[in-house]
């Protein structure tokens, strides 16, 4: 995308800048800032081609906070809705988790329903827009037989049409409930019942306590309802009903995961790693369909062996890196998909997709100069320890920080404000400096460098 081409609609712009400057992954935009990540982006769109085909897939999203896990996973959520997938995203936190007490698990299956998105609906609340958008459909069919709205036998005729849709899912484990429940909204919305339909949508959503509370509201009697224990039984037959519904498949992103290593309790967090693992093996083992789960984590949820992946031997050995590893090369087809840091060019192209999106919003022009992006950068990296604690998260805080000090101030100083506090003087405008870098030339010492960047550099 040519940055001075590139025109976002107001709405849009507005919101994405905003959630930049607070540190926060916006929900929509994304795409209009997406800079690098090609091999992990065509990864992960490699495993929507396999959902698309009826597989499963399951990747593991790991780097340090503000690394970009958060923005890959809304990126690559954007992507799969506009090709037509259903996406569900939720963030594990302290009340939401795989399982636990307190219906932690069920909490993260009803953020799921609550987040579920489509193309149609890219913001979350789906639900009942893709089931209405299958009754539309239903109707079209029925009209071609010569049965409309008022006939006599078009409610029957539209029961019949979803059951033979559902036959398939009465084989899986709470498939016969499932079927039933679908049924009898596409039922209620054909005799325009809005009690029924309501009740149908909240069984759905995972929102009745019990069996008798579903009974009563359903009015007709359940085998099962959905909880703790089943929720991800429930979310593969959602997989398979996509499909069936017009969608490619379903695609669940779940984030923060560094929650469950934060459990304190030992046969708490072994309980939801029990979860995990049942999660990886169905999906790579086929006995789900149409279903793609992303987590997102942090290296020490993964590798830690005393409360991360690690510690749970089963997960161990099917997460941890092979032997050749060693030898500095990143295989994109495993589970695990490790973010490495942005190089430089990458980061400073950033900067100026920022700058132009920053100018288009406020209608101006010139805030800062490409030298000037240049030695903003060259100062945040001459940072001390700037490899392993400056993130994109903080770069991109930062530079909006500072843009918006030059427009609201024309008499402001670009030294001082740029000015490193843990560094001299004298390093301010310094070239980016040089890093080891696997290929690169080496210099007298035996290590690789990797060459200053210009604003010439950059491939938008």
């Known amino acids: 995308?040519?940055?001075?081409?590139?025109?976002?609609?107001?709405?849009?712009?507005?919101?994405?800048?905003?959630?930049?400057?607070?540190?926060?992954?916006?929900?929509?935009?994304?795409?209009?800032?997406?800079?690098?990540?090609?091999?992990?982006?065509?990864?992960?769109?490699?495993?929507?081609?396999?959902?698309?085909?009826?597989?499963?897939?399951?990747?593991?999203?790991?780097?340090?906070?503000?690394?970009?896990?958060?923005?890959?996973?809304?990126?690559?959520r954007g992507y799969a809705t506009d090709r037509g997938f259903l996406c569900a995203d939720a963030d594990l936190s302290p009340e939401r988790r795989l399982s636990g007490g307190s219906d932690a698990g069920l909490a993260t299956y009803r953020e799921l329903m609550k987040n579920l998105s489509s193309k149609a609906s890219p913001d979350g609340g789906a639900l009942p827009i893709i089931l209405s958008r299958y009754?539309?459909?239903?109707?079209?069919?029925?009209?071609?037989?010569?049965?409309?709205?008022?006939?006599?036998?078009?409610?029957?005729?539209?029961?019949?049409?979803?059951?033979?849709?559902?036959?398939?899912?009465?084989?899986?484990?709470?498939?016969?409930?499932?079927?039933?429940v679908i049924a009898e909204y596409f039922r209620a919305t054909a005799e325009d019942d809005g009690e029924k339909r309501s009740a149908c949508l909240r069984w759905l959503r995972g929102e009745f306590s019990g069996k008798t509370e579903a009974r009563a509201a359903l009015g007709f009697r359940v085998g099962s309802v959905i909880d703790d224990e089943n929720w991800y039984d429930y979310l593969k037959l959602w997989a398979i009903l996509s499909r069936k519904i017009g969608y490619r498949g379903l695609i669940v992103f779940i984030d923060e995961c560094v929650n469950l290593y934060k459990i304190p309790n030992r046969i708490s967090r072994e309980a939801n790693y029990e979860k995990l693992l049942a999660i990886f093996n169905d999906t790579l083992q086929g006995r789900a369909r149409s279903l793609c789960v992303i987590f997102g984590g942090?290296?020490?949820?993964?590798?830690?062996?005393?409360?991360?992946?690690?510690?749970?031997?089963?997960?161990?050995?099917?997460?941890?890196?092979g032997r050749f590893s060693d030898a500095g090369y990143q295989n994109l087809s495993a589970p695990v998909i490790r973010l490495r840091r942005l190089s430089d060019n990458e980061l400073l192209a950033l900067i100026r997709r920022l700058t132009i999106l920053f100018e288009q919003k406020d209608g101006i022009s010139d805030v800062i100069t490409p030298e000037q992006m240049e030695r903003f950068l060259s100062a945040t990296l001459a940072r001390a320890g700037a490899d392993e604690m400056v993130?994109?998260?903080?770069?991109?805080?930062?530079?909006?920080?500072?843009?918006?000090?030059?427009?609201?101030?024309?008499?402001?100083?670009?030294?001082?404000?740029?000015?490193?506090?843990?560094?001299?003087?004298?390093?301010?405008?310094?070239?980016?400096?040089?890093?080891?870098?696997?290929?690169?030339?080496?210099?007298?010492?035996?290590?690789?460098?990797?060459?200053?960047?210009?604003?010439?550099?950059?491939?938008?």
């Open 1 to 76: 995308m040519d940055g001075t081409e590139m025109r976002v609609p107001k709405r849009i712009l507005n919101t994405l800048l905003s959630s930049l400057a607070a540190g926060v992954v916006p929900r929509s935009g994304a795409p209009y800032i997406a800079i690098g990540r090609k091999e992990e982006i065509g990864s992960l769109l490699g495993n929507l081609d396999e959902v698309e085909e009826g597989g499963a897939a399951v990747r593991f999203l790991i780097g340090r906070y503000g690394s970009g896990k958060s923005f890959l996973i809304q990126l690559i």
């Open 135 to 180: 009754y539309t459909t239903l109707q079209t069919e029925l009209l071609k037989d010569d049965l409309s709205p008022e006939d006599p036998g078009f409610v029957s005729g539209v029961v019949s049409s979803v059951s033979r849709m559902l036959d398939e899912l009465e084989g899986y484990v709470g498939g016969f409930d499932f079927a039933r």
């Open 298 to 321: 942090t290296p020490q949820f993964l590798e830690d062996t005393r409360r991360g992946l690690f510690s749970y031997e089963a997960l161990r050995s099917r997460l941890q890196d």
């Open 391 to 460: 993130t994109p998260r903080e770069i991109i805080r930062d530079y909006l920080t500072l843009l918006a000090i030059l427009r609201d101030h024309p008499d402001a100083d670009f030294d001082k404000l740029i000015q490193p506090t843990d560094a001299p003087s004298s390093d301010v405008g310094a070239t980016v400096r040089e890093e080891p870098l696997i290929g690169a030339p080496a210099d007298e010492n035996g290590q690789g460098k990797r060459p200053s960047v210009s604003v010439f550099d950059i491939d938008l």
